[in-house]
């Protein structure tokens, strides 16, 4: 059982048209946090949300948490090529490990 | 850029042989860790280490072994090859006082 489902795990659309993302669990967390990464390289980390209800702004990028910090979003506006890539969400289980999402794989059209 | 490379990028190798693939860093972090990434699985961790000598498992450890002898070198260690373990590595680590994790370029293994 994956302890983070990202929806949806496929999303391939136009340039111009915005888009969203999900990350779920049945878990309470402490911080969330949203990786990006394009194709062979490793993932980067684009923010992190500690606040049920908080919301965060990158350029064109919002991510929210849930208020009961189980779940979060990130919507894109006006999406480019460059978003193009695998976007993951993690959290830190335990003093020293991480899990992360199964991912939702981005295809922008030009 | 957190300075890290991993060796060797790209390897093909045959089942049943030992494989070894490796993790450098030039920034003296403590926190080491190998994940890896498979369609559909995201990525999933394999080993970490939160010192020289003191390592622990992840998730999908079966069939993997690491090594931690000096801070700059985390080792992983596949004893016997199946093509289960054909996929993407990557090494990351994650700075003192941060839960930011900064990965290296990764390692493709594929297993005959």
């Known amino acids: 059982t994956q302890l983070l489902e990202q929806s949806p795990q496929f999303l391939s659309i136009q340039e111009g048209e915005n888009l969203t993302v999900y990350c779920n669990s049945s878990?309470?967390?402490?911080?969330l946090q949203w990786y990006r990464q394009e194709p062979g390289e490793g993932p980067v980390l684009l923010v992190t949300?500690?606040?049920?209800?908080e919301v965060k702004k990158l350029k064109r990028l919002t991510f929210q948490f849930g208020d009961a910090r189980k779940d979060s979003s990130l919507h894109i506006t006006a999406a480019q090529p460059g978003d193009t890539g695998l976007y993951l969400c993690?959290?830190?289980?335990?003093?020293?490990?991480?899990?992360f999402g199964t991912g939702t794989r981005l295809k922008v059209l030009a | 850029d957190a300075g890290i490379t991993q060796s060797p990028r790209h390897k093909v190798t045959e089942t049943g042989t030992p494989v070894t693939l490796r993790c450098h860093q030039t920034e003296n972090h403590r926190y080491m860790y190998w994940y890896r990434q498979d369609p559909g699985h995201g990525l999933r961790l394999i080993h970490y280490?939160?010192?020289?000598?003191?390592?622990d498992k992840g998730e999908v450890s079966d069939g993997y072994s690491v090594s931690r002898s000096k801070t700059e070198d985390f080792l992983l260690t596949l004893e016997s090859a199946t093509s289960s373990q054909t996929s993407v590595y990557f090494c990351a680590i994650t700075p003192a006082g941060t839960d930011t994790q900064y990965f290296g370029p990764g390692t493709r293994l594929t297993v005959l």
């Open positions: 280490s939160y010192g020289v000598k003191d390592t």
């Open positions: 878990s309470v967390f402490s911080s």
């Open positions: 949300v500690v606040t049920g209800g």
């Open positions: 993690a959290v830190k289980s335990g003093t020293y490990k991480y899990i």
